[in-house]
């Protein structure tokens, strides 16, 4: 039985509400698989528009076996390019980030504008064309100050996303704030299982104390059920609706992305130790009420997403082989805010790199037991772990249409 067949078997009779079979976690050609039907398909978080706030600015990323640029051109567009020179394929920005009038490849310096057409090959001859030389591009869409990719020849369509999360972002100006701080771990475990611990505070109470003094531990905060009938979020969501907010959970049929804004927890206004506010302007004056909790994003296979009134956070998954996972957070925060007068950069980042830390040792840990030829996938808690039940349920649906040759559907938000 070849791959595609025995996966196809295998999520088709996969246990319900029981985690996947170990091949899917740790299986080299199952993770190649995984790259070619979802990673190199689909719409991926990238950054932000921040990251690139004047025409030259650049940041890049590697997906899998995929360089990419990301640049602002001169005339304000956001763009993505495949990162590989279409002289003899060396990188073409070999740095993190960085800002240039022109992209020039170091190895032999043929230059592309911001655009991504070639505008300078040296000696190449009088039939020389450089008009069929530029830059290969990347679907690239912005939306409420994040930046998407696809890597497809033709990506799906992006404008439902668009239509259910732009209004839940567009309060927060996130694209005209300012990065205060990144950082990027490497965890040692299966992307899958990164969104798994994720997905489900079952395991806050005993692991995240620094978190647990502002976030809820309630699955109706968490998980995709039961939000509409938990008073506390309700009323939550109430006010802030009636302030202008939209605030009440939005999920996509697909179960690929979703948007609500969750209460903290007494009286709290930011994830620091104290509960209060971890900058002293707030992210946006568009936001009108205090106490707006935290807007929660979430998009598979790439990010999750805090969005507060003083600062925001966001999560970007990218794996890196069968057993390992790059996480990179970024806090975001108002443009004119000043660290050492408007924040203290480690009382802003001490929740959640602690939270990260901790995480990650859950990763490393879980992966390691799966590892284990005695391992069988377990039950997940019906109480407690419903969203990681919709996250395996959204990956099994997903391979098995596009594995099949059917395109997960045309999303349209209910």
């Known amino acids: 039985m070849d791959l595609h067949s025995s996966v196809l078997r295998q999520l088709k009779n996969r246990r319900e509400g029981f985690s996947l079979a170990q091949p899917f976690y740790i299986d080299p050609d199952y993770f190649k698989l995984d790259m070619e039907t979802i990673w190199y398909r689909d719409w991926l978080f990238i950054g932000h528009d921040c990251e690139v706030p004047r025409a030259g600015n650049y940041f890049t990323a590697q997906i899998g076996d995929y360089p990419v640029v990301v640049v602002r051109g001169k005339d ?5 390019f495949h ?4 002289h003899r394929g060396h990188r073409v920005c070999t740095s993190d980030r960085g ?41 690239c869409e912005s939306v409420g100050g994040y930046v998407f990719v696809c890597l497809a020849d033709e990506a799906p369509d992006f404008a ?11 309060p927060h100006r996130l694209w005209e704030a300012k990065v205060a701080h990144r950082s990027t771990i490497i965890e040692k475990g299966n992307w899958k299982l990164v969104w798994e611990n994720n997905r489900e505070c079952y395991h806050c109470a005993g692991n995240h104390p620094e978190l647990c003094r502002t976030y809820p531990e309630a699955p109706t905060a968490t998980g995709v ?22 605030s009440e959970f939005r999920m996509d049929p697909t179960g690929q992305f979703r948007v609500a804004r969750m209460p903290l927890i007494q009286e709290a206004e930011s994830y620091t130790l104290s509960g209060k506010p971890a900058v002293r302007r707030p992210l946006s004056a568009d936001v009108p009420v205090s106490h707006v909790g935290t807007m929660l994003l979430f998009h598979y296979p ?7 009134g003083d600062h925001a956070i966001s999560f970007r998954v990218l794996p890196l082989s069968a057993e390992e996972t790059a996480v990179t957070t970024t806090w975001l925060v108002n443009k ?33 037991g799966i590892r284990s030829p005695a391992y069988e996938p377990g039950p997940y808690s019906l109480d407690h772990e419903g969203g990681v039940m919709q996250f395996v349920e959204w990956y099994s649906n997903f391979m098995v249409d596009r594995l099949q040759g059917r395109e997960a559907p045309l999303s349209a938000v209910a």
């Open 99 to 139: 800002a240039s009038a022109k992209l020039v490849c170091p190895y032999h310096q043929w230059t592309y504008d911001l655009d991504g057409s070639l505008v300078f090959a040296r000696q190449m001859g009088e039939t020389f064309d450089k008009s069929e030389f530029g830059l290969k591009t990347v679907h």
């Open 302 to 308: 790439t990010t999750w997403n805090h969005i507060l």
């Open 225 to 246: 059920q039961g939000a509409k009938d938990d008073p506390f979020i309700a009323e939550h969501w109430a006010r802030c609706e009636a302030a202008g907010l939209p």
């Open 76 to 80: 304000g567009a956001i763009r993505a």
């Open 83 to 86: 990162n590989t020179c279409r």
């Open 336 to 368: 004119d805010a000043v660290e050492g007068v408007d924040y203290d950069l480690d009382t802003l980042t001490h929740v959640w790199t602690m939270t990260n830390d901790q995480d990650r040792a859950i990763v490393e840990e879980n992966a390691f």
């Open 160 to 170: 439902p996303m668009r239509a259910a999360i732009e209004p839940y972002l567009k």
